[in-house]
């Protein structure tokens, strides 16, 4: 059975900072490409940041998020620091490999004074 379990969210005050943990199961982690993606209340999924063999981010997010990957662990992380109120968002992550895609249930993130 294919799992995307997601953990790490919360509740964190602008500035702050939390890691979010993707653990995977079921599928050969190494040949996916990971990928975080978040949904904000009211409005479309939004690609985040991605890692296969290089690192990519949203302009949203540079330089502000870290994307990485451990693939002993089978497992996928996103830093983020400096977190801003519009970050509020359920985070996602998802395995792609050509047209399979896998993604997780979900956590969630909320940045509130």
């Known amino acids: 059975e294919v799992q995307l379990v997601e953990s790490g969210g919360g509740v964190v005050q602008p500035g702050g900072s939390l890691t979010l943990s993707c653990v995977a199961s079921?599928?050969?982690?190494?040949?996916?490409?990971m990928s975080w993606e978040r949904e904000a209340l009211g409005k479309r999924s939004e690609f985040i940041s991605a890692?296969?063999?290089?690192?990519s981010y949203a302009d949203a997010v540079k330089g502000r998020f870290t994307i990485s990957r451990d693939n002993v662990k089978n497992a996928v992380y996103l830093q983020m620091n400096s977190l801003k109120p519009e970050d509020t968002a359920v985070y996602y992550c998802?395995?792609?490999?050509?047209?399979?895609?896998?993604w997780g249930q979900g956590t969630q993130v909320t940045v509130s004074s």
């Open positions: 890692i296969s063999g290089s690192t």
């Open positions: 998802k395995a792609a490999l050509v047209q399979i895609n896998y």
């Open positions: 079921g599928f050969a982690f190494s040949a996916y490409d």
